[in-house]
T-cell receptor, first 116, second 113 residues
């Protein structure tokens, strides 16, 4: 089946650090990638949608200057949390979808970000 | 807008018990419906899907039938195992929504030996 690789799986860093999370589709071309944030015992909150070669579309309330998304190729999207603070600590999950509509998204294993 | 409603958890069952997790949806048109499972500390995995009315998705002993008349997609399994303990998410996507998923709130299942 389709595989999405997300890296790193866990990050612990000091406040003020910028953190980059990578999301790769390993065996298909991901025309669309999604970034989610998940708080403990809650559902996924969509942060942004990115299409290859164009700017990401952010959901209401998500700071685009805080969460920089780049989707430079059909197999790679990155999320950079800039100048991270403790309130940014969370579980971040990416997913990827191919060209066909109504196809399921395939998810990465998530990144646990802890800001001290 | 579209929405998905799941029964609140946690659902606690003994091993080999029958499982039902209710899911209902509100959507225009003919969405595709999915169940995803999330094991502790991991991302989501697609469990099963159905793309049109009366379709039955099945995988690993789990089943769900797309019921348009009741706008439901309930997840069932005849005999749960401890390894089924996880959070289950019901979701839908519309054909014109660029694969964007609308999730339910998730239901935590705990299976005790």
């Amino acid at each position: 089946g389709a595989v999405v690789s997300q890296h790193p799986s866990r990050v612990i860093c000091k406040s003020g650090t910028s953190v980059k999370i990578e999301c790769r589709s390993l065996d298909f071309q991901a025309t669309t990638m999604f970034w989610y944030r998940q708080f403990p015992k809650q559902s996924l909150m969509l942060m942004a949608t990115s299409n290859e070669g164009s700017k990401a579309t952010y959901e209401q309330g998500v700071e685009k200057d805080k969460f920089l998304i780049n989707h430079a190729s059909l197999t790679l999207s990155t999320l950079t949390v800039t100048s991270a603070h403790p309130e940014d600590s969370s579980f971040y999950i990416c997913s990827a979808a191919g060209q066909l509509s109504n196809q399921p998204q395939h998810f990465g294993d998530g990144t646990r970000l802890s800001i001290l | 807008g579209d929405s998905v409603t799941q029964m609140e958890g946690p659902v606690t069952l003994s091993e080999e018990a029958f499982l039902t997790i209710n899911c209902t949806y509100t959507a225009t048109g003919y969405p595709s419906l999915f169940w995803y499972v999330q094991y502790p500390g991991e991302g989501l995995q697609l469990l099963l899907k159905a793309t049109k009315a009366d379709d039955k998705g099945s995988n690993k002993g789990f089943e769900a039938t797309y019921r348009k008349e009741t706008t439901s997609f309930h997840l069932e399994k005849g005999s749960v195992q401890v390894s089924d303990s996880a959070v289950y998410f019901c979701a839908l996507t519309q054909g014109d929504a660029g694969n964007m998923l609308t999730f339910g709130g998730g239901t935590r299942l705990m299976v005790k030996p």
